[in-house]
């Protein structure tokens, strides 16, 4: 079961920009933080940025902190990656997911998050 929708990802070359997309149908996204991982080819998922159910509350990791913005617009049940900047090391096949309570303790943590989206690439050429 993928609720999550994602569009957007694609090859471009270091320095460019990119909008990943996520839309949670229904009321999927209802007073839920959101969050977007990545996984790099051979590597972990690693935690990219999350977002509170306001919007007033936003996290990044430090390798993407000021090179990405996360944002959402509740009213289109939608969120979206704003990449800029791009590194070869930004490669990776990016998911969103939706934080699964609250009170959750770790939003890095990626079980902490209970639907998830399909998964698309990112590709950033040097």
């Known amino acids: 079961q993928v609720p999550l929708v994602q569009s957007g990802g694609g090859l471009v070359q270091a320095g460019d920009s990119l909008r990943l997309s996520c839309a949670g149908p229904g009321r999927t996204f209802n007073n839920k933080a959101v969050g977007w991982f990545r996984r790099p080819l051979g590597k972990d998922r690693e935690f990219v940025a999350q977002?509170?159910?306001?919007?007033?509350?936003?996290y990044y990791s430090d390798s993407v902190k000021g090179r990405f913005t996360i944002s959402r617009d509740n009213a289109k049940s939608t969120v979206y990656l704003q990449m800029n900047s791009l590194k070869p090391e930004d490669t990776a096949v990016y998911y969103c997911?939706?934080?699964?309570?609250?009170?959750?303790?770790?939003?890095?943590?990626?079980?902490?998050?209970?639907?998830w989206g399909q998964g698309t690439q990112v590709t950033v050429s040097s």
């Open positions: 997911a939706r934080l699964g309570s609250a009170f959750a303790s770790d939003r890095e943590n990626p079980y902490e998050y209970d639907y």
């Open positions: 977002i509170t159910w306001t919007g007033d509350n936003t």
